[in-house]
């Protein structure tokens, strides 16, 4: 499984990585992507939502199933990847790139020092 070593991850397998002006892009991880499967549909939050951490952010359908996207951290939804509607496979092709879900202006920006680094994440998916 890929685990970049820049990004910092959540118990329910979500990724975030820190932008200029305290901002986070949060995906799926490598991990996640994988046990989902092909994903046919993703459903993102609204640009301008207050989100709670753990919060349920949006939802992917897969050809396996269907699984709600938690939110690493509270704030509020600055941006989304609106190509996803129309590419949700992205999620499986480049889950730390193209595959992005969304960008959150975080509420705490201390709350990120409750996420995962790699090693800790890597430990928690056993690889």
């Given at each position: 499984m890929n685990v970049p070593d820049d990004l910092l991850y959540s118990a329910d397998h979500e990724w975030v990585r820190e932008e200029d002006g305290g901002r986070v892009r949060v995906g799926v991880t490598d991990y996640a992507q994988d046990a989902l499967g092909d994903v046919v549909f993703v459903e993102l939050p609204?640009?301008?939502s207050a989100i709670e951490a753990g919060?349920?952010?949006g939802e992917v359908e897969?050809?396996?199933?269907?699984?709600?996207?938690f939110a690493p951290i509270a704030g509020q939804v600055l941006d989304?990847?609106?190509d996803l509607e129309a590419s949700p496979e992205k999620i499986?092709?480049?889950p730390y790139g193209d595959g992005w879900i969304c960008?959150?202006?975080?509420?705490?920006p201390s709350s990120l020092d409750s996420l995962m680094d790699?090693?800790?994440?890597?430990?928690?998916i056993g690889s």
């Open positions: 609204s640009t301008g919060g349920v952010l897969s050809t396996k199933s269907v699984s709600e996207l989304v990847n609106a499986n092709e480049d960008v959150i202006q975080p509420s705490d790699a090693d800790a994440y890597r430990a928690l």
